[in-house]
């Protein structure tokens, strides 16, 4: 089996992004739920990186600029993410997220 | 003092004004509503005075005031005011008498609930016949000719509660309206033919000489001249008015109204309104005088009616019983006089006369008015009598007016103007019948006249309420005796050696006047004539006075059958119940029928067939519309139910969602072949 690097990155990706998704769906705390989204953006990010790196015309900086915007973005929507559970936690003492299930509380 | 022709207006505004004030007094204001009529009278008297002196300064002007009253296609419709000596002395004229007479009606109507009505309605009319008298434009007149109608509808119909009254109203109201659709058809082919409706207007007036030549030489059916026909539907209207035959029956009918009403309006100016709109577009009649040959003069209609009406109205007269139809037949009589003067071509003669009438029979309807006032509103002659000593004022002012009426010699106006009337017919050469029948009236008249005084009069009282009468307060006393001086002096404003009132009625400045000499033997006649009248009554009535109420009537026994057809006024009323009545009655139940039948049933059908279709609307609406609406409705509810319920909270769920989706859109992405 004769693998370019593109592919070894694109499998890893893959790889990483299967079980950010499983860390996701499997787990019950809201802080692992959403260490497991921020896996899945980062298994995104790579393949940014990964298909500008070796694509067909490299040009200077696209991919990279890409990245760090989904990264700032990542870091805004984790504020937020971090925030809701504070707010989860205080209002039923717990981060369980299938109890978070009433929008009237 | 004199009144220019801009502000002739202000004469019959200010009786309107009092009308107005009268109509928003309330029941108690009996001094407002009564002081604001005869102030408004009497300065409308003084302002007539004004009138006539500036008319008087040149009689042959027509001086005219004409203003636009709106536009109308490319012209516009004029209306104006109109000032000459025959506006001048009519306008004189009514607001006087209507003055006596409002005052006098202060003591008549002192009883009545409604007098504030009573002056607002007296002064509606004399602004109506005001109105009437100043216009300058065919169409004013006919506005002011139909108000006068109502004015006189609402008063012969002031007892209302009295049915004779009611039925007295709407006869009046209806024959009139039978002759004025006449005159408003005459007017409307006059505007046809001429375009204006003006009858002075600086040479472009329907009087004048361009449109009078235009209507002359234009013939219409029966080979009549234009001028001819309109002449005869406008007399139509004043053979209405006027009371002349054959629509004369409304007039007797009219003394179911207050004395006051009949004295003003159905004997002193409105029933004069008829012969003042022919002398107004007397150049109109008389044109058709200069064709060589015509079918038919005008004027030789009119002389005819008035003829006929002057007999027949004096021959009724004879043999009623009631003191005010008596008056009243006397008026139709007179008021064919003044037609067949018009008709005979003397209109100065029939002005004249019409002046003079106007006073000694408001005096006659006043006296009349004074001794049933006293009598406690007993009309009937038979029941009256021996009046004479309690009521002597009423007695010797109304010995004068009726010695005014039938024309007794030298003194008395009437004598004047009728000896004028009888002259113009006489020298009438179409025919001489017209002066008979005058000849014969002048008779009857004396005849009648004489037979009322006797028999209300003298004598004893042959009634409870006759014994009982005695003179009423100055109030209604005072008119009577100015009424009274008046019906001896006006004559002595037209007399042959000094036809003063004549001239200026033609225009001239200078007057005239012949010693009485010429024409004496018509004098003479007419004089033996009179004599003969009073002489004839005063010897069946006077000399064998009435004993009893119930006593036949000395001709009664005489002449039956004539003296019931005279009774019976030639049986016009049974006549036209027969005739019109019955015809009217027959189209009445024709449309009752079709009304209740043929219109009716078309509704009932129209109503069942709404019905019909409201049913099944209903039926429609219960069913198709909201059943569709409800299954609708149950099943949008059915969906949303279906959706809340994936609507779960769990986000783990949402999530397991959207990782499936993706994973079938990966594998769908694959299999299509990677694009």
Same mark, same amino acid.
């Given at each position: 089996m004769n693998l370019d690097p593109l592919h070894l990155c694109l499998i890893f990706s893959s790889a990483l992004f299967c079980i950010g998704l499983i860390g996701t769906l499997a787990r019950s705390n809201t802080i692992l739920v959403l260490l497991g989204i921020e896996l899945m953006l980062n298994a995104a990010n790579l393949n940014f990186i990964a298909f500008w790196r070796y694509g067909p015309s490299p040009v200077p900086a696209t991919g990279v600029l890409f990245v760090l915007f989904s990264i700032a973005v990542a870091a805004a929507e984790a504020a937020v993410g971090l925030a809701l559970v504070i707010a989860i936690y205080r209002h039923q003492k717990n981060v369980r997220l299938q109890e978070a299930n009433h929008l009237k509380g | 003092m004199s009144l220019s022709v801009q502000l002739l207006w202000l004469i019959p505004a200010l009786p309107l004004l009092a009308a107005g004030i009268g109509a928003l007094t #309330? $029941? $108690?204001?009996r001094g407002l509503a009564a002081g604001a009529a005869i102030g408004a009278m009497g300065i409308a008297f003084l302002l007539s005075c004004g009138a006539l002196t500036t008319a008087l300064a040149h009689p042959a002007a027509h001086a005219a005031h004409n203003f636009a009253w709106f536009d109308l296609g490319l012209g516009a419709l004029r209306l104006g005011w109109l000032l000459d000596p025959l506006t001048a002395f009519m306008c004189v004229m009514v607001t006087f008498v209507g003055l006596l007479i409002f005052i006098f009606s202060v003591g008549y109507m002192h009883e009545d609930a409604n007098f504030t009505r009573f002056f607002c309605f007296l002064s509606l009319f004399a602004a109506a016949m005001l109105g009437l008298l100043v216009a300058n434009s065919l169409l004013l007149l006919f506005i002011c000719w139909e108000l006068v109608g109502l004015a006189s509808y609402l008063l012969i119909g002031f007892w209302f509660h009295k049915p004779a009254a009611a039925a007295a109203a709407k006869k009046a109201f209806i024959t009139t309206r039978i002759g004025d659709l006449g005159l408003l058809l005459g007017m409307l082919w006059l505007y046809d033919s001429t375009g204006s409706l003006l009858f002075y207007d600086g040479g472009a007036g329907v009087l004048e000489p361009n449109a009078l030549g235009s209507l002359v030489a234009q013939t219409t059916v029966g080979g009549l001249a234009v001028s001819t026909a309109i002449g005869l539907l406008i007399f139509c209207g004043a053979i209405g008015k006027s009371g002349q035959f054959p629509l004369h029956v409304w007039l007797p009918d009219a003394m179911e109204g207050p004395t006051p009403v009949s004295a003003l309006? =159905? &004997? &002193?100016?409105m029933v004069a309104a008829g012969v003042f709109l022919i002398a107004r577009v007397y150049p109109l009649m008389a044109v058709?005088? %200069? %064709?060589? &040959? /015509? #079918? %038919? =003069?005008a004027l030789t209609v009119v002389a005819t009616i008035g003829a006929i009406t002057a007999l027949m109205g004096a021959l009724i007269g004879v043999a009623q019983s009631d003191i005010k139809r008596i008056l009243a037949f006397s008026t139709v009589s007179q008021l064919g006089y003044m037609m067949l003067a018009l008709g005979v071509g003397s209109w100065v003669a029939a002005i004249f006369h019409l002046l003079t009438h106007a006073f000694f029979k408001a005096l006659l309807f006043l006296g009349a008015g004074s001794v049933i006032h006293a009598a406690h509103h007993e009309q009937d002659i038979r029941q009256l009598g021996g009046l004479r000593g309690p009521m002597r004022t009423t007695f010797a002012t109304f010995a004068i007016g009726t010695m005014a009426l039938t024309g007794v010699p030298f003194l008395f106006s009437g004598f004047w103007s009728k000896e004028g009337i009888l002259h113009a017919a006489h020298e009438w050469d179409v025919s001489h019948l017209p002066f008979y029948a005058g000849l014969a009236a002048v008779v009857l008249t004396a005849f009648y006249m004489t037979r009322l005084v006797a028999e209300t009069f003298y004598g004893s009282a042959r009634s409870d309420s006759a014994s009982h009468a005695h003179e009423n307060p100055s109030v209604m006393t005072l008119p009577l005796v100015i009424l009274a001086v008046c019906a001896i002096a006006l004559g002595f404003l037209g007399? /042959?050696?000094?036809p003063w009132l004549q001239a200026r009625l033609l225009g001239q400045e200078e007057v005239h006047g012949h010693s009485l000499l010429e024409g004496g033997g018509l004098m003479i006649l007419s004089i033996f004539l009179v004599a003969l009248g009073l002489g004839v009554g005063w010897a069946i009535y006077g000399r064998k006075l009435r004993v009893s109420a119930a006593a036949p009537d000395p001709l009664e026994t005489a002449l039956p059958p004539v003296f019931a057809t005279l009774r019976a006024k030639f049986g016009f009323d049974e006549l036209y119940a027969a005739t019109v009545g019955r015809l009217n009655n027959a189209i009445a139940v024709v449309a009752d029928l079709l009304d209740r039948y043929v219109w009716d049933g078309a509704i009932r059908f129209l109503a069942v067939l709404g019905e019909f279709v409201g049913v099944v609307s209903r039926e429609t609406d219960g069913d198709a519309l909201n059943g569709g609406f409800n299954a609708t409705s149950e099943s949008l509810r059915d969906g949303g139910k279906a959706y809340s319920r994936a609507q779960t909270g769990e986000a783990h769920g949402y999530l397991r969602v959207i990782a499936i989706g993706f994973v079938l859109l990966v594998l769908a992405v694959m299999l299509g072949g990677g694009r």
């Open positions: - | #309330p $029941r $108690r204001g309006i =159905h &004997a &002193a100016t058709d005088q %200069l %064709l060589a &040959a /015509p #079918p %038919l =003069h007399t /042959p050696v000094w």
